[in-house]
């Protein structure tokens, strides 16, 4: 029987009240198919990625399952990896739980737990949480498992990324054994495969998609630039345009997140319309900038992937891969942000020499080429300095070694072995034959003495940590 609407599952009237209040007419894919399983009591396997409604396809069986507050102790257990998914997946079961009385909390660290504990305390239904601050607060014996009948791991995948294995056999050793089990990751591997063997019992997968495709509604494109400060000059011009109302920025680092941010902020857009997110940031200052885009009062939100990971926030216009992610799958789920629920969105990479490599292994995984387009004529297209050169250089060398262990390395690589750096660095530059070239380079980038110098400041930190013997070698 096909579904074609949430009256036909098996779901109580406080339920359907709130889905119909959250304005969804027809299930989605992933809802269709697991919603019947999980109310028939089955293990579940989904694989969907965020964006396809998958927090409501397990929320909606858990929720008709616990159904009313009852007791002190917590009867189902949702662990998710980041403190920002574990917050929006608890704000789902407050929206989809609101004609109930069930008593949910979302637990998480960067803050002190005393509010948490005083909430556990009163007695609670549901529990959303990281997996290592319920190991913390369950050691410190502030919270009673013996109730729990249902688990769900959400974005399993990611859980495994970022190392919480352990933790999660940990919790596996502490909650009843016999319970409801529910896994749900945007894609599935090896480990995604040992990990449901482990933890669930004969399960019904459910795959919405194929394996990490990307969503029909986003439409994907790539810009070539040949250097940061020409990445900062794409941006300022796409900012500016009308059509970018709603955009999230994604940067590999911190250190980039900030100075994107900083750009923006001095330059492009006014200050109150951009915020930063990324793991340094207090827990409130991160709070405060996922709300303030949520609502649409901020438009350019800047965030690393672990900060960013599983933001919900209805008709991102534009996702804006500043820099490719480290992880391949983060690009799924990046673009995972627009184009969702019926939107079409746009996602723009920018692409430098030294990422080519990574966009292959990305195009690989999405099974499709990403159209590339030239540089619009108004972007400045600007110098790369010597440094940038040499450090790209050096990542395209690292990338075919990974490829062809017996490739020795380019001309350039080296020659950067043989420059240890700093002012001792210039000096030897001089001494080296065949250094010339290099020299000239360095100043056709014009970026001037000054920030040369900190280019190979930073050159010689990374020189001597990765190659520590380079120096003796030149006395
Ligand atoms: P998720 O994949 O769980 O992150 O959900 C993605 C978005 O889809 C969220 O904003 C949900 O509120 C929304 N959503 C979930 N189910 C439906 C539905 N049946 N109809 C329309 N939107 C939905």
């Known amino acids: ?101 069930l008593r949910h909390l979302a637990l998480y660290g960067g803050l002190g737990p005393k509010t948490q504990i005083e909430t556990l305390r009163k007695g609670v239904d549901l529990l959303v949480t990281t997996p290592g601050r319920f190991m913390d607060l369950y050691r410190l ?94 941006l300022d011009y796409l900012i500016s345009k009308d059509t970018f109302q709603r955009v999230i920025i994604f940067a590999r680092s911190k250190s980039n997140a900030e100075n994107i941010y900083k750009f923006l902020a001095r330059k492009v857009v006014e200050t109150a319309q951009i915020r930063v997110i990324h793991a340094n940031k207090g827990q409130n200052t991160r709070i405060n900038a996922m709300d303030a885009f949520k609502e649409g009062n901020v438009q350019v939100l800047v965030a690393t992937d672990v ?24 690009y799924v789920h990046r673009i995972g942000r627009t184009g969702r629920a019926n939107h079409t969105g746009e996602a723009i990479t920018f692409l430098t020499m030294a990422e080519e490599y990574h966009v292959q292994k990305i195009e690989k ?44 390395g380019a001309f350039h690589e080296k020659k950067a072995k043989n420059l240890p750096g700093g002012k001792d660095r210039l000096k030897i530059k001089a001494k080296l034959p065949g250094t010339k070239k290099t020299s000239s380079q360095a100043s056709g980038g014009r970026s001037g003495g000054a920030s040369r110098k900190t280019g190979s400041a930073k050159g010689a930190s990374t020189g001597s940590s990765k190659r520590p013997s380079s120096r003796g070698g030149h006395r």
């Not at 859980?159 to 056999?169: A, E, T, V």
């Not at 990971?309 to 996702?319: E, F, K, L, M, T």
């Open 1 to 101: 029987m096909e579904i074609t609407s949430f009256e036909q599952f098996e779901l109580n009237r406080q339920l359907l009240n709130a889905v119909a209040d959250l304005g969804y007419t027809e299930p989605t894919p992933i809802q269709q198919k697991t919603i019947p399983l999980s109310l028939g009591n089955h293990d579940v396997l989904g694989i969907a990625q965020t964006g396809t409604g998958k927090t409501a396809a397990y929320l909606l069986p858990l929720l008709m399952k616990v159904k009313y507050a009852q007791g002190n102790s917590p009867r189902a257990l949702i662990l998710a990896p980041t403190r920002e998914l574990v917050m929006q997946i608890n704000e789902a079961v407050g929206e989809l739980g609101k004609y109930t009385d």
């Open 141 to 234: 014996g502030e919270i009673v498992t013996k109730d729990i009948r249902t688990m769900v791991l959400d974005e399993a995948d990611k859980m495994m990324d970022m190392g919480f294995m352990p933790q999660i056999r940990s919790i596996l050793e502490v909650i009843p054994t016999k319970r409801q089990n529910l896994l749900f990751s945007a894609t599935f591997g090896g480990r995604v495969e040992r990990l449901s063997a482990e933890f669930l019992e004969a399960p019904v997968k459910v795959e919405v998609t194929p394996q990490a495709s990307t969503a029909d509604m986003v439409n994907q494109v790539i810009y070539e630039v040949p250097n940061f400060r020409t990445k900062i000059n794409l």
């Open 307 to 330: 900060a960013a990971r599983g933001i919900d926030v209805a008709q991102v216009s534009h996702v804006i891969n500043f820099d490719l992610p480290l992880i391949y799958e983060d």
């Open 365 to 408: 995984i999405i099974r499709m080429t990403i159209p590339r387009q030239p540089l619009p004529p108004q972007v400045e297209v600007a110098e790369t300095p010597f440094d940038e050169q040499q450090e790209m250089l050096r990542s395209v060398d690292e990338q075919r070694r990974k490829e062809d262990p017996t490739f020795l």
